[in-house]
């Protein structure tokens, strides 16, 4: 059986800025809101014809647990339209595209608003559980006595928040946090600081010169507090980044023999992205023309400890599947969770040795340099946990249009020990 | 009447027990009932209508179940409701009182006082359950009850709007609310004469509890078993604090009106008079002051204005079938494109503002933000409703499809090329039927209409800066219009809250065009010599809300000179030729927005500035009638050609769209007033004795 296609008519995004700057005041919901507004009116379609909204989102807001469905509602979708959140950590908003494919295969139904929403400037601190509980307590108290013996339990060290950001950066099951995930593969697959920013400086300057293919994703964001009334750029891109500049910053996660540093990881930041996705059926009836189309995908898993390496066997499902060659795809847009997460990914498609470890039989092949993240990464755009996934295909087909190619591979790291990848082509 | 008693049993033994059986009357306007707990449920329910009012056959069916109701031993409360969804009770019958001769008149408010205060009168607790609108006579039946509960609904609006209409509560309004809730609270009420919704009813102390619908009854029963609490004690009533309260609100309305309206200062002399005396001297004092003012000319001239008014919300085109709006665009961010991207919002539309440049639209949507805030801060909305309206304003400075969009307001600056550009690149990207309206002052709307494919769908939508304080929307009419392009423009302003007249395709249409002769005028005085406050004064005393060469200070010089010479290209014969809006023009003194323009504006104060050294000797009276008989006979002039469809029309839009003294009824109605044979002798005067072009040859 021929599995239906899935089209994407169109897409925008909000600016990516970061934590705790232009977007800060934003909720998870606000952005959404916005990235899905300006997708109903770049399109024009008529929010009745949606048949679902599907949004990743890895923090929910804790005012706003199914965040999709207040962002629907907010965003003018009718009452009787459906919308589930979803969550694959790192790969929500791309998750998000592919239950909609789900979704389109097993006919519950065939047009989708499909994205993502985070906004990490608002990932809540909360009270460590001995806290909690002397809280609980205390509420529970009726008489004066009681009161006073509950308010007396509490000591300083209960004051101190647990941070909700920290918590999610952290994997539970290897316990560490992904930047010691990036460092684990630095040290394994011989990753040096000097590459790693050199790969940095790289994707700011890529990022800072392809600032007008960005342009065309985002939708400006109106906000009162800011000095023009709007935000239509992202604001983590530094125009004026080199190798060397960043070779001053310090290690974050290993002080003492590390090499992953702020400057050579993605950045925290707020942002949403959203694209209009829908089946042959649906394009054909509405006249839409697609910009581009799904070609398949794949989620694979992996040891959590290099959680970095996830694309690789996630890109190694995609070509087995669509029958592609690496040397088919005219672009690559691999996130750049951490500058060495990214060269060991490529470093293991083509390396025998490095591809075995990873989990492969065999090399694939190789990622040209000129081909990979032309119009830079989340080190220079940032990385707002929910969105990106959707990003990087709003991102890969803008590419591929400036370009004049045709099939590019997108492909990213999930914390907790996953990859996830998609291939599109312009339709 | 038509009186039923139903008899629940049949078996005589059970006779003796008939008081504490239920029994139901059924009358014309009212039917009750009374339950086995001696509770007489008495709903009000007029035949054959969707709302309830008091004439003299429901005041005089009710005062008639009230006397058979005094007789009934076994009564232990009483509950008074209404049966329309929408309505509690709409007060007096302004229709049916219109007709009535004056001894008519008079005899009606005996009987609603008689009514009232017989219900005050039955001794058991009493009830009012208040859903839906509740206004003057309606509230004032509520007055005399013990309490009144208002049901949790959005159509639930409470108040004595008496003195909007140039009245005074006179069935116990002004007697009863001060023992209520103190004199200087229910001055205020009787004066602002706003409706308020029931949450400010409650606050303000109009009503006694607010409950969820459901509970209504169940909390009505619960205080019937319960002692009436005695009355409560307001300091403000004593005969020492009385007089001053009348010296301070009298001071007030004096300022704030010019002690041209009558009936705010009746009601003041009425309300402290009746705090500091008994009920019944304090009925006879309103009986009095109602009587007086329903014979006046002022009472008569408000009544027709709320009359034109209501039919312009309400009025359904004979043929075309209005389509529902749901969805719309606003082209242009500016102040007009904002202010008419909230309307929409605010009254649940999804609308699209479209400007060419971010920086553009930031502002717009800062406007509308503004515009939200001030709403919440007044308590006029919750911060949830402003959100939502917040949410439904969506933004684009790139092209997008409008295929999905029933209407596009244009609102771009006043220039006509733009517009065309626009007009075209619209056609280009809506539907076939998508209604394409600009929002104009003074261009030509067919010409616009010639551009695009379909001129059927093309509307002029006239709105008034700033629009959400300004509620006349001037529609016009092309001969081309579709009728359903018409209704639907009508329906769709009547959603927004506002009132459209429907206007022909004409310079200026009507609000402008009357308007700008009287504003020329007005400068032909000071380049006559005549100092600019007198002229201003003048007409603040003629009841208008600002003098006319503050207005186009306010409007600004540059607008209104846009305006003046797209009028003077048609009626090169009526409107003069003037240097002055010239040379304030060169000079940049463009009116408030640079500062100065005829008056000086610093943030300290307003002063006028001396166009001529010396002062022209021309009196007040001279420059009312000189001024008023421009407006006067500029309307006529509309009137015969036909620009709007009634003398009633262009009344309304004057006083809506300008604030032209609404106890004078509009500008033609004024002909009627000072007499047309004298006013007719007064134009040819001026029309000779002032250079030409003047505007006061006669209308014929």
Redesign the interface.
Known sequence: MKTPALYIIDGTRTPFCRMGSSLASQTAVDLG?NAI??L???????PAEVDEVILGCVGQPPEAQNVARVVAL???LPERVPAMTVHRNCASGMEAVFTAHQRLCAGHGEIFIVGGTESMSNTPFYFSRPAAEKFTTLSRARTFGTKARAAVAFRPADFAPVVGLKLGLTDPYSQLNMGETAEVLAREFSISREAQDAFAARSQLLANSASHIHQAEIS?Y?L?DSA???I?TDNGIRADATAEKLAKLKPVFDPKWGSVTAGNSSQITDGAAALLVAGEDAVRRHGWEPIARLVDYAVTGCDPKRMGLGPVRAMDAVLHRTGFTLADMDLFEINEAFAAQVLAVMKCVKDPAAARAAGLDSPLGEIPTEKLNLAGGAIALGHPVGATGARLILTAIRQLQQRDAHRALVSLCIGGGQGAAACIELC | MNTLVLDPTQDPDQDLQMTNQPREVVGTHFLYRIDNDGLCWMTFDSPNSTVNVWSTESLTELASHLEHLSHETALRGFIFRSAKERIFIAGADLKSMRNLPSSGLQKLVWLGQATFDRLARLPVPKVALIRGACAGGGYELTLACDYRIAIEDDCTRIGLPETQLGLLPGWGGCTRLPRLIGTRRALDVILKGRLMDARNALRQGLVTHLVPAGHAEDTARKLLKQPVPSAPHHWDRSPLVTPFLRWAARRKVEGATRSLYEAPLRAIDVVTAAASHSVEFGLQLERDALNHLLMGSQAQHLIDLFFQREAASKHRPAIGVAMPVHNAAVVGAGVMGAGIAQALAARGLSVLMTDVAPEALAHGIERVRDLTDTAVRKHAIDRKTARDTLDRVSTSCTPVPLTHKQIVIEAATENMALKKKIFADLAARSAADTILATNTSALSVAELAATVPHPERVIGMHFFNPVHRMPLVEIVRLPETSPDVLATAIAFVQKLGKVPVVVQDSPGFVVNRILMPYLLEAVRLVEEGVPVERTDNAMLDFGMPMGPLRLLDEIGIDVANHVYHTLREAFSDRLPALKTLDTLLAAGHLGKKSGQGFYLHTKAETKAKVFSATANPLDADSIQLRLSLVLSNEAALCLHEGIASSAGDIDLAMVLGTGYAPFRGGPLQHLDSIGRDYARSELHRLAHSMPAPNPFTPAP
């Not at chain 1, 109903?40 to 008529?46: A, E, F, M, P, V």
Request: no cysteine; charged share 20%.
């Open positions: 809101k507004t300006n109903l009116t770049r399109t024009g379609i008529d907010r965003a003018g400006p109106y009162q023009t009334g709007f239509n």
